[in-house]
């Protein structure tokens, strides 16, 4: 019967995880979407809402075009900070950003980081990482504006699309202007990348430590040409085309990240909506409008973030009336993989005769390092999740070993003997308890053959025993499991570590290039069937047949059919688990392997010293001989008050039988009197 409900477990256990992979992890391709219709919806300042917007009326104005139209300007890219050819180191170390901006909607259309080393292009060391502008299905680009006032003016266009003017350049800005077909308004946009001096260039951890180096600064002029005041609002477009690394195999997807300002401004409210969120409120008609002052928002992946930052307080001078997400380009077969962006709604302005406002923005586009993320007051964004002290404490660890010259691999390693040499008390527990379950093994199926010939087999008696006998030897093969357990939280929070640390993306190690991604030995000439592998991982593999020569040695032999049956099936179940954990980071793998050669090493010492105790037991400890004319040693007051308490008692329970007995007689006696009678 125990056999069937283990075959009954296994069989759905195997569909579940089939059908998890086939339906819910299906192969993907892009499909490029029309950008979403901006809706209006009245939400309560004070909180966010999920009602469902409101159809926008037409307005009848909107149809009226002008016969002004704006002066054609050619459209341009400009590039700041050192091109993608940029060889001088001088002017590589002077940027940690190079930004692409066009003409045409006055936005960024790209955005790269130049230190090549630390953060290469993922699966191309020579290259540049690109954190803006990846996405080529959409022409959203970031920081581009809409004008309401003025769109109306246009002829089947929005600013967001036009040609501006370049008014100002210089190596670390770019400044573009536009004025309003019916001369009322004039816009300029003005971006500037932070230059390094000198002075902080000496500093060899300074990209680990100024998050100005990272920010891209927008000053939007708004300026009213008329001889009577304006009222004008724009709409901003958060940053798009975030890539995504290694999808199928990344635990994190694109997220967008928000901080609000509490009302005091006192401290920092963080939240996330994750791709699929995104995507389904949309399609719901249901998106969600905030209304409460920001600190920072944007949309971050794993190892990296791209946040837009009001510079002025959001509480005492409000500039941006509102926020939501948007879907920049949906993938329809699977929705965690969709571009996702934000759209940012300005307070309506009334701006006098011939007067300008000034509004200033920043966009961190960078890494996703602590210090740095603490500097925009983003700390949140960098989140491990349950196990977050140990997270940070292991990278701590990790980052520790780096120092000494080691690479991360060694690192991991080092890890590994730190981790299993604190566990030594309990792996001398397990290992003792594993030797007791070998010699209990023959009692046990003694055991079993008893109750099966005083119950008979298949009797209620026979199962109930049988139940009985089961339960307790589960228990305590349980106390032989404690070391495992209590390495869980160690291996969810290196595979946490990971796979959000930037100090692990893209470190090789041996023959595979990333320690945060699969080895990747080769590629496979096919795709497996429902699974969906495309290459071929070493690494779980040697995991797994280590894992298995460590059960041979640790599992007590089997002593019946049935047993065997059961070890067989656990061989199989190693097999599942090989295959669910075939796509983990080589990191990972990497400390499997250190920790399963560990075990059995020091499973055969310990084994070892065992037997050699057993063969040359330890010498008895010496009997101290006393003096027959040697006084005994006087025992304390309190035992002495113990043994007369324990005395009176005795004496108490003696009186008290005696009384007893002959009650008991007297009854007899007078019974047998009345039997005669």
Known sequence: MDQRRFLAFFTISMLIWIGWIHFAVPFFFPVPVKPPAVVKEEVDPTKDSETKPSAEKADPDAEIKPVISLPTHPVKSVWVGPRKDETDADKLAEFFLAAKFRSDGASIDAIELTDIKRYPAFGHRDHRLSLVGNDVLTDRRTFGMKIPVIDKQLKDDTLDKIAWEITGETDDSVTFSI?????????????????????????????????????????????????????????????????????????????????????????????????????????????????RPLKYIGVDVAYFATLVLPVEDQITKRTLDSSKAVVVTENKAATQYSDISVDLVSTTLTIPAKESVQHEYELYAGPKRQQLLQQVFAGAVLDYGWFDSICRGMVWVLNQFHSLGLSYGLAIICLTVVVRTMLIPL???????????????????????????????????????????????????????????????????????????????????????????????????????????????????????????????????????????QYKMMNVMMFVMGATFYRVPAGLCLYFIATNIWSMTERTIFERKAKALALNPPPPPPVTVTSKNAEPPKPSAWVEWLKRLQAAADKDVSIRRDRSNDDDKGNGKNGKKKGKR
């Open 427 to 565: 792996s001398k527990h397990q290992a003792k308890h594993a030797a007791k379950m070998k010699e209990l093994q023959p009692k046990i199926q003694a055991r079993q053959k008893e109750l099966e010939a005083r119950h008979g087999k298949n009797t209620e008696e026979y199962i109930k025993a049988s139940q009985e006998l089961v339960a307790e030897q589960s228990k305590m093969m349980l106390g032989g499991c404690l070391p495992m357990f209590l390495q869980l939280p160690i291996f969810i929070a290196l595979y946490r570590s990971l796979s959000s640390s930037i100090e692990l993306r893209m470190e090789p190690f041996l023959w595979f290039e990333n320690l945060a991604s699969p080895d990747a030995l080769f590629a496979l000439p096919f795709k497996v069937p429902f699974l969906g592998w495309t290459e071929f991982n070493l690494l779980p593999c040697i995991s797994i047949g280590l894992m298995m020569v460590h059960q041979k040695l640790t599992m007590p032999p089997a002593q019946n059919e049935e047993q065997a049956a």
């Open 179 to 291: 004025k309003s077909p019916d001369g009322v308004w004039e816009v300029s946009k003005k971006f500037k990348l932070r230059k390094l001096t000198t002075e902080l260039r000496k500093h060899s951890d300074i990209g680990n430590t100024l998050a100005a180096g990272y920010k891209v600064a927008l000053t939007v002029t708004l300026k009213n040409l008329s001889s009577d005041p304006q009222e004008i609002s724009y709409s901003l477009q958060g940053p798009t085309g975030i890539p995504l690394e290694d999808a199928d195999n990344a635990y994190k997807h694109r997220d967008i990240r928000m901080g609000f300002l509490r009302d005091d401004g006192s401290a920092v409210d963080d939240s996330k909506v994750s791709a699929s969120e995104v995507v389904k409120k949309e399609k719901a008609n249901t998106t969600v409008i905030w209304k």
